[in-house]
């Protein structure tokens, strides 16, 4: 990821005469593929089914936001109540300090009051946080947060062992990683026409690399350029 935010830049110095050429443009080093999975809705509503079905309703939430803002794990484990209001997430991310407002939808804005509904009911002590085990009553760590989501993905699994992708490849349901609803939610965004302005508000740095290794060909370089110069604006306006 460093090495192409590098070339990136130097493409922009070239562009602009500040350097004769791009020495990062061959760093020499070897590529991989790209370890982002993007998680079909179908699979996202499946796992969330599940966790319901297993009295893990927070497991379940957590997934459906996350499809939806598409953060690091520790930054939705740590989300609370207050930080959804007005219609939107107010987050502040725990890496790089950067505050983001992401818009909610009906549709998880439902999950979301049902899932408040069901804290207020059956919690003792009302915690500040959205996210919260039921084993504890309290904010998940993040350790135990994965052993639980693997045991969900695990039943899961029983149900639907894999899903067809466009390309015609399976993606098997015990590759679907947490952390791959942050390339699902921006890549979705790209999809859905958002302009890269409005995705690098979501996230204006690591969204560079997560939509460019998802979209045609064509439009990587051309895209990773227009996000990283307006990501450039946000950080020097801020």
């Not at 919260?132 to 947060?145: M, W």
């Not at 791959?180 to 890269?196: C, I, N, P, Q, S």
């Not at 460019?212 to 110069?229: D, I, Q």
Request: net charge positive; aromatic share 8%; hydrophobic share 45%.
């Amino acid at each position: 990821a460093i090495i192409r935010v590098l070339r990136l830049l130097l493409q922009n110095a070239v562009r602009f005469r500040m350097v004769e050429k791009n020495v990062a443009l061959k760093p020499g080093l070897e590529g991989s593929a790209p370890s982002g999975r993007l998680w079909p809705f179908e699979a996202v509503l499946l796992l969330v089914e599940v966790a319901d079905k297993m009295g893990r309703q927070s497991i379940g939430t957590a997934i459906l936001v996350n499809w939806w803002i598409g953060q690091r794990q520790g930054d939705i484990l740590k989300l609370t109540r207050s930080q959804y209001r007005d219609g939107r997430f107010h987050i502040t991310q725990n890496k790089r300090g950067a505050r983001v407002q992401v818009p909610h939808s009906p549709f998880v804005s439902a999950r979301i009051e049902g899932e408040l509904a069901r804290l207020r009911a059956e919690s003792k002590v009302e915690s500040n946080f959205l996210i919260v085990s039921e084993e504890t009553g309290q904010p998940y760590r993040e350790d135990n947060f994965r052993h639980v989501l693997d045991r969900v993905r695990e039943r899961a699994s029983a149900i639907w062992p894999a899903w067809e992708q466009d390309d015609g490849t399976w993606l098997a349901t015990p590759d679907l990683l947490f952390m791959h609803l942050r390339h699902t939610a921006v890549t979705e965004m790209a999809k859905a026409g958002a302009t890269a302005l409005q995705i690098a508000a979501s996230d204006p740095l690591a969204c560079i690399e997560r939509v460019e290794v998802h979209r045609l060909p064509a439009e990587r370089k051309r895209f990773a350029l227009e996000v990283w110069n307006q990501a450039a604006v946000m950080a020097h306006t801020a």
